[in-house]
């Protein structure tokens, strides 16, 4: 394990840091602790949250200190069981990754940015879908929205900068462009990503027990299709 | 077996403690921005501090209880009356069916609570009766309350109409203001501040902007600026991190916040003080105070002993008839 860094994210959680990159490999760490930390909960354990390149874990400062007086707070009691937890930490068979495949509509009215994605490229469309499509994406993160999920990594060629002026609703469903991320919007929402295509499947389904589709860590690739 | 509302009031939703454990699927916990008067009303009621209450705004709603019902209000004092005759703050009182509970005025703080003995009866989504109004779920009908909606109460709401006008004992009452010190403790890039924008930070006086809702609380002041602005990757963030936008002025995220986000965390409101930020509005003024860690520990768990003592009953006092 290289440098790892914990930090308070208020009295109630602290954030572990595995560095301020994103990388495949620092996300594996991040999940595989969060899962690991959620298959296996410490008492005052209230939930983590896996991000690009750290895990978050929130707790019941109360039940913590009543479970581990020795130690001087809540923050070194939870930094030291997951100090533990690192050490024996298997980052790939904790979660079998799963391989999602998404339909996804690549056309100028589901994708109104897919010119601008193409002129910045200098291809035609043709080549940014054949692009996006060719890759299979890893989720490393949901957040912004319920079920909204930050992948990447889009190829280089293709990776354009989010819109200097946000749109004030992008449709459900749309699938966006932000440099080297992609994501699907689980909700209308304002958003300022280059959306290159939509799909009608829902990410998020919060009557369901489990209320969204994509979980972190999994693998994405984006069918495209025709209406 | 329900309460009217009569008039929606500008923003009134029904809230818990919050909904745990989704935050990984970008679901916030949501719930009250003043944990402290809502865990305070339903203890006084003896109801479960988990209970569902309605959260209102100024202006507030007008509501008939058709039923009658015991209930108590705290947080922000919007003059509440009871057919027209004042109510207190923080004390138990008792509706008569067809009674109205009437709001007069914006005395103090921003949010008030209603708790009714025996709780209200809602749905819960994913575990909380939070209203979470981008997903449409939890509370009622995920959305806020409007005219003519009618929420139902539990049958033991029914049970013991009876009341002896229980009060809260004040000095478990935060000391709410519309000018608060709240304590703080370092965030991730606290390191990053200059010297001259700590001293700002620490010694200056925020005002609450009008771009303030129950996802964050955007602040007005001088700029407070970063000695190293490094690119940055999202990452969990929490109700009551302080964050420095492009623009150096900064944000408090409050309830609804997003569950993830890139700006620079400088510091995070402590526990014990969420309840002072929860209950600004525009034109309020915030400063903070550095604490350690330990010590914001010490304040949360000094408010849980005294919030059991509360639950115990013993130390209610009883108001002269």
Known sequence: ?227 | MSILIQKPGILTTIQDLGRHGFRRFGINPGGVMDPAAARMVNALLGNNERDAVLEMHFPAPQIIFEKGAVAAIGGADFLPHLDGEPLQLWQEFRAKPGSMLTFAGKGSGNRAYLAIKGGLEIDQWLGSSSTNLIAGRGGFSGRRLEAKDRVDLRASALENLDSTGTRLSPWIIPPYSSTPTVRVIPGAEFQSLSDRSLEIFLSRQFEISGKSDRMGFRLIGEAVELSDRAEMISSAVSFGTIQALPDNQLIILMADHQTTGGYPRLAHVISRDLPLIGQLGPGDKVAFQLVTLDKAEKLYLEFERNLKFLGAGSKFESAPN
């Open chain 1, 1 to 227: 394990m290289g440098d790892v860094r914990f930090i308070s994210l208020g009295d109630s959680a602290l954030t572990v840091e595995f560095g301020n990159v994103i990388s495949v490999k620092l996300n594996e760490t991040a999940v595989a602790l969060s899962n690991r930390l959620a298959k296996d909960p410490f008492p005052g354990f209230i939930e983590t949250v896996p991000a690009y390149a750290s895990t978050s874990i929130f707790y019941d400062i109360a039940e913590v200190r009543r479970n581990f007086p020795e130690f001087p707070n809540a923050f070194h009691a939870v930094s030291s069981i997951v100090d533990l937890a690192l050490e024996d930490l298997d980052t790939t068979a904790s979660s079998p990754s799963r391989l999602v495949e998404i339909p996804v509509r690549f056309d100028a009215e589901a994708g109104p940015d897919l010119d601008i994605v193409a002129e910045s490229a200098g291809i035609s469309t043709e080549s940014v879908i054949e692009i996006f499509s060719g890759t299979v994406y890893r989720v490393f993160m949901l957040g912004f929205l319920p079920g909204f999920s930050y992948m990447g990594e889009v190829d280089e060629r293709i990776a354009t900068p989010r819109k200097s002026t946000p749109r004030a609703v992008v449709p459900k469903g749309s699938v966006g462009i932000a440099g080297k991320q992609t994501g699907i919007y689980s909700l209308a929402s304002p958003g300022g990503w280059q959306i290159i295509g939509r799909t009608d499947v829902d990410m998020f389904t919060p009557d369901d027990e489990s209320p969204c589709l994509l979980r972190p860590g999994d693998n994405v690739r984006f069918m495209p299709v025709e209406e």
